[in-house]
Each structure stands twice: as structure tokens, then as C-alpha cells.
């Protein structure tokens, strides 16, 4: 094995310029792969983590009539009261850390002079801190939320030209049907990091929220956060009969608030692998070049060889192992500078802020994205570069051995 791979080595840098162009594709296609791959796993992570941290929590038990597509939020639809046997399974189950209840609906957010559709959260600040890490995110940092105060996301305070404890006025539909508005004071600014919910949400008391809706008791939802060594199913499981009790409600998970962004995900990895193919393709064609020009100039070489009485497999071996150096070292480059750049990127990320904006990506990421570091991903691609090389010198391989070996040596 030594031995060939010598031979290999001494023949692939007899010219070492076509060594290098015919290297370049394969360094690239595989350097892309693993940033590519390091950058979409990343934003998967960052993407589901955000869910979980500010929207979705674990899971939520809603209403029959609630659907994550339904971006009309009303509340005589969606709204329920919670019974008090699922209150107290949820207090007592060894897998919940938390729950809190939520009340949502949009409205218009306004000083005066601007106008803005926002959503508006009503909470309960003792329960909603333990459940999500919104209010972790807050400036200032608040340590109680009174009645008539107002936290609204980073971005929406650029639209308004006021100060802290200035008053707001929010208007929406009430349960009744009627428009109507409230009055309350900007206690502070959430930043988060998701754009769904610096660009567009607002917080107010959750029984601030109870009397301007004139709901009662009604909640939107119960998000619950699960403990971390607790498993989605095992809760899901003890929780059946309790839900089966009262068949107007339901349990949505924080998957089913992430099939948008796995369904994003897919797309581009798709996308992406398609671009990747076609540079690594390139690649596999300049090894089967450099190949078939290698053996074109040694063809006297070979016939010698064949002349002498070496097998044709010996031949194959010679110039598959060129192949496979080549792949081999072209992924090598590529695993190198690949796994650095990945690392770079798990590391500190790359700020898209500026590019960004408000645009909308798809993802709830709107500044630094921040990419995963996997050995065993930039392995297997390396795996798939040097592959790539031995696929690709086969045929010209084949034709080395397939030469009449008087016309070879004439």
C-alpha cells in the first residue's frame, strides 16, 4: 500500500502546475460543502432555539379551533379557561420546569402621531419569566410589570419619537366586537434577536389584557416548558388522559410552530447541494483530464509495463491511486480550510444586520448567524471529495488497459 501510494505522489507532481489547477475545484467544492453545511445548521439550531426561548415554548395546550397558519388571531375563537385539573397535573408533573398563560391579539400601537399593527401579549410576569427568556432580554431590566405598563419589541421604538414612561395607546376589537383603546406607559424595550419579536410584539398585564378584551378568565394559550432531561413523548404520553377529558383543546408542540423553517432549511440545502455538485463535478472532470493526460504522456510507460508481463489490475491500481491522491489531497486543503472557517463561525458568527434589516429571511434570526462546528460533517466530506477522485480516474484507468500494447510501444 506504501509503495503505491509513493508512486502515486512522484507521478501527480510531475507537473506541478496542472496538479494544482486540476486541486482547485476539488478544494473548493468541499471548503463550500463544509461551510455551507456549518452555516444551515447553525441557523436550524439558532432558529429552533429562538422558537423555543420567545414563541413557542416546549409546547402549548390550545384551543381545537387554533392553527399555527391562521394569522387572524381571534380571541372568541381561539380562547378557553383553563381547567383546574390540567393546572394542577401541570404543577405536579415531574417533567414540567414551568407553564404560564398567554393572551394574544393584534392591534394598532400609537403615540399620537404614528400607527403601527402590532401583537399584543398579555402575561404574567412571574410565570412567563420562568417559561421563556424574553424578559431576560429587556431594557431596562425590569423586575415586576405593573398593570398599566408596556414593554414592545426593539425595533418598533425607531417608528415612535419618545422617551422611557412615555404613554402609548393601543386600539383593537374587543370580544364584543366594538373598537376600543387603551392607555399605557413604555416601561421598556425587549431585544431579543428574533425578529418576530422585536419587529412586531408588544407586552402588557396579562389582566390588562383580560379586562380591555372583557374575556373573563379566557386564555389564549398555556405554554409549558419542559425540563431538560425530559422527553417530548414521555409527557405527551402522561398528559393523554388528562387532554382526553376535554376534547376542545389540544397540544401543538414547538415542531409544528417549526415546519416553516425546516421546510426553508430543506429548500436550501437542496439549492445549495445542487451548486456544490456541479463544482465537485468540475473537479471529478479535471482528475479524469489529468488522469487521461498522465497517461497519454506515459503510454510507452505502460506498454513497457504490460510488455514485462505487470496484470492489468496492477496498471488499474497505479492509476486509480493517482486519482484517489488527488481527491485525497484536494479534500485534505479543503477539510482544512473548511473545518477553520467553520470554526470561525461557531465561534463569532457572521453581523448581517446591516445587510438585513427588515428584511424578512425566513428565519427568526436577525443579526449574527452562527454556524456549527461537526467533525465528523467535515469528515465525511472529505470522505465524498476523495471518492469523487477515485470515481473519477477510473475510466481513464480503463483506457490505459485496454490499449493494443504493439501500437502503444511502436
Known amino acids: 500500500m506504501l509503495f503505491w501510494i509513493k508512486l502515486a505522489f512522484k507521478n501527480i507532481f510531475r507537473n506541478r502546475q496542472r496538479t494544482f489547477l486540476t486541486l482547485l475545484p476539488i478544494i473548493f467544492g468541499v471548503t463550500l460543502l463544509i461551510v455551507m453545511f456549518s452555516l444551515l445548521d447553525g441557523l436550524n439550531r439558532d432558529s429552533i432555539n429562538n422558537l423555543i426561548n420567545y414563541e413557542s415554548a416546549t409546547l402549548k395546550i390550545v384551543s381545537k379551533n387554533f392553527s399555527i397558519f391562521d394569522k387572524k388571531i381571534d380571541i372568541n375563537k381561539v380562547g378557553f379557561i383553563v381547567p383546574d385539573e390540567i393546572v394542577e397535573f401541570l404543577k405536579n408533573s415531574k417533567l414540567v420546569e414551568s407553564f404560564t398563560p398567554e393572551i394574544i391579539f393584534t392591534g394598532d400601537l400609537s403615540d399620537g402621531i404614528n400607527r403601527l399593527p402590532v401583537l399584543v401579549k398579555g402575561i404574567d410576569f412571574s410565570s412567563y419569566k420562568k417559561t421563556f427568556k424574553t424578559l431576560e432580554k429587556t431594557y431596562p431590566k425590569i423586575d415586576d410589570f405593573e398593570n398599566d405598563k408596556l414593554l414592545i419589541g426593539s425595533d418598533l421604538l425607531k417608528y415612535f419619537e419618545i422617551n422611557f414612561d412615555s404613554i402609548l395607546i393601543i386600539q383593537s376589537r374587543t370580544s364584543g366586537g366594538t373598537f376600543d383603546a387603551f392607555d399605557v406607559k413604555l416601561l421598556g424595550v425587549v431585544s431579543t434577536g428574533n425578529p418576530n419579536i422585536d419587529r412586531t410584539t408588544t407586552y402588557v398585564d396579562i389582566e390588562k389584557a383580560r379586562d380591555f378584551l372583557n374575556i373573563g378568565n379566557k386564555v389564549s394559550n398555556i405554554s409549558i416548558k419542559l425540563k431538560k432531561d425530559s422527553s417530548l413523548y414521555d409527557f405527551m404520553k402522561s398528559f393523554e388522559n388528562v387532554l382526553s377529558k376535554y376534547p376542545y383543546l389540544k397540544l401543538v408542540t414547538w415542531e409544528d410552530f417549526a415546519v416553516e423553517i425546516r421546510a426553508i432549511d430543506s429548500a ?143
Open 268 to 410: 436550501k440545502r437542496y439549492s445549495g447541494s445542487i451548486l456544490i455538485f456541479v463544482f465537485l463535478l468540475i473537479g471529478g472532470v479535471g482528475i479524469a483530464n489529468t488522469i487521461l493526460l498522465s497517461i497519454y504522456e506515459r503510454f510507452k510507460e505502460v506498454g513497457t509495463m504490460r510488455a514485462m508481463g505487470a496484470p492489468n489490475s496492477v496498471i488499474l491500481k497505479m492509476f486509480l491511486f493517482e486519482g484517489a491522491t488527488l481527491g485525497f489531497l484536494g479534500s485534505l486543503i479543503g477539510m482544512v480550510l473548511g473545518g477553520l472557517l467553520s470554526f470561525y463561525l461557531y465561534k463569532v458568527g457572521l453581523d448581517f444586520s446591516s445587510l438585513i434589516k427588515d428584511m424578512d429571511i425566513g428565519y427568526p434570526i436577525k443579526n449574527t448567524f452562527r454556524g456549527s462546528f461537526d467533525l465528523i460533517s467535515i469528515i465525511k466530506s472529505g470522505i465524498f471529495g476523495i471518492l469523487i477522485g477515485i470515481i473519477a480516474s477510473f475510466y481513464p484507468s480503463r483506457r490505459a488497459i485496454k490499449e493494443n500494447i504493439i501500437r502503444i510501444l511502436k
